[in-house]
Structures are given as C-alpha cells and as structure tokens.
C-alpha cells in the first residue's frame, strides 16, 4: 500500500495506563518500521513516556474520570490537517471530540471502552448523549478485538460492514534472551516457591483480592502483585496480613522494560482474576514468556486460554483449581501459548490488518 501519514489520538501515552497506551505504542512503532510517517497526538498524563516517536503533549487543564481536558484545538487542526487518516483509541475522551469534526478520515479502536459499565455510568451517559452517537456514526471503521467487542459496538449502533476484527499483538523481540530467575526471586526472596504473578492496575475491578484469598490454601506458594496502586494498594496490603498470607505476598509496584522481563523469566503461572477483560496484552506477554495463563470466566480470550492455560469459573474454588492445574502442566500449557503468539499475534500480523482497514476507509 501507499506509505501514510497516520495520527494517532489517544489520552495517554505512557507506560502505566496499561493495554491501550502499550497497544497504540507498539501498533505506531510497527507502523512507522513500515516507513509510515506517524505522530501522536496526547496528553501530558503519567510518568512512563512512550517517546521513541513524534509525540505531541499537551498540559491536562482538568481531568474528568480521564477526560483530559487540554488547550489544545488549534494544534489538534494542524495535526488532522496534516494526517492522511486518523485513529483514535479509547471512545470517551477529548482528544476523540477534538479531533472528530476536523473533515479528515478516521478510524475508531475502543479497546473494550465502550459499554456503559463498570463505574461512572452518569458522566458515560452524558458523553453518549452529547458526543458519542456522532463519534460513533463518523468513524469509517470500528476496530474491535475480537467477537465479543463486535457485539458491543453493534449493540451502541455500528453497522457490521464498518467493524474490522483485529486482535492486539505482542512484540515477541521484547521477551528474547530473558534473564536467569534468580535474578528476580533473589531479589524478591522467593527461593524454591512456586510463584504466581498478578501484572495490572492495582484496581478493584482486577479481582486481586480473589488471589490472596486463594493463597491462603496453597503450600509453598507466594503470589508477586506488580503494577501501579490505582487506589487499591493499602487495602490489598491489609487483607493480605489479615488472612495471615502476608509473607506470601510481594509487591513490587510497577515495573517495566527490564524490570518486567526479570519478572516474568522468575515466576510459574500468570494470572488475571479481573471481573471483566475485553483482551488483555498481559496474556500475550504470558504466552510470548512460554508461561500458562489462569483468567476468570467471561473474559474476550476465554477461548485463547483453553488453548494454552486455564479458565477458570466463579464457584467459591475455582481459582485454586485452576491454578493448581496450570502449574501441573505449566511445561505444555506454556508452549501451547507461545506458538499461539507465533502464529496468530504478532504485530506484523496485526499491522497488515490495520493497513488493509486504513486503505479501505480512504477508497471509500
């Protein structure tokens, strides 16, 4: 295809906020390897930069729930003027707004961001009323990760001829030639354990808590929690040492680039007992480390994990099951999950895919 100029729009570009930022990180580095020209078009959230590209900040004047108000609109026209395409993650946010009646092409990726759930549902519902359906009705395409995304755009009214499926990808350079274990558990005092890795948000909706409960029950056990506190941290800490487990619980905080790859080169299984998960890029970095992967029923990859770790269900033991059974067969459940990111989920596979919407949406 002919090379572009792509914008993308996203609220935040840093390393904390987790799956979309990584995901418009990774997706915008490929697409640039490519010899697309790529800017990206954010606000001045975090502290973790992603600034290996052209990236435009902007001060956040007030923050919403995340709706990252910035003085920013006559640099946001200059940079749809300049784009060829535009695409913006994340539905409900500024950049979105800004960026939506600037006359250019754009394409839409919510990255599971679209129902009305899951927490401040009146501010959601007012972002529908005054700027969703017509954020919505504008996009040339909706790109949802996998059939379950689908269903909830054509439920907030997108035409199944404007959804493209396109899964998230993992950057399998990233997890190459990792360290020894003992770089991490020696650090950490793990020994000979068996080990359990929660990598995320320190969130309620994350269901962390479900883990410390299950430790509780297993022997020679220690469950590592590595992420940023988005307010949860304190009380985590508190039922751990409540249950009694407290010794079995390290947190780390958040760790990334070499930190993180020290981490998973050390631990046994990945586990991600969130209430819901649209696609997380943690499975992926699992599977890409030959690690097995434990994710509460109802999640978008349910049928990923069957592959090559375990789902496990919502009964008072399940967590416990699971896991028990994904360190038995760690050995296989980790290979399985490695030639399924070989396979299916890398970016080069995904850029092919994002390059074939973006080409349809502008010979539309």
Known sequence: M??????????????????????CYQLSKSLATRGHEVRVFTTRAGKYWFDELAVHRYPILLSLAQFNITSSDY??????????????????????????NKGKTYVLQPHGSLPNAHGKRALKSLFDRVWGKKLLRGAASVITVNSLEA??????????????????????????????????????????????????????????????????VMTNTKLVIVGPDAGYRRQLAQYASYTGVGDSVVFTGALYGDAKREALAAVDVVAIPSYFETFPLVALEAWACSLPVVIRKGSGIDYLVNQAGVVAGWEGDSMEVALRQALEHKTEYGRAGRALVESEFTWDAVVDKVEQVYERCLNQ
């Open 2 to 23: 002919n090379l572009l100029k792509i914008l993308q729009i996203i609220p935040y570009f840093s390393a904390e906020f987790g799956g979309s930022a990584e995901a």
């Open 75 to 100: 640099e946001c026209s200059q940079l749809c003027a300049w784009a060829d395409v535009i695409h913006m993650h994340n539905f409900r946010t500024f950049q979105n707004v800004q960026a939506m």
């Open 151 to 216: 269903m909830d755009a054509i439920a907030a009214g997108v035409s199944t001829k404007r959804i493209a499926m396109i899964p998230n990808g993992v950057n399998l350079a990233d997890f190459a030639d990792l360290p020894s274990p003992n770089v991490f558990r020696q650090k950490y005092g793990l020994g000979a354990s068996q080990v359990v890795l929660f990598l995320g948000r320190l969130h309620k909706g994350k269901g962390i808590e479900l883990l410390l409960h299950t430790i509780t």
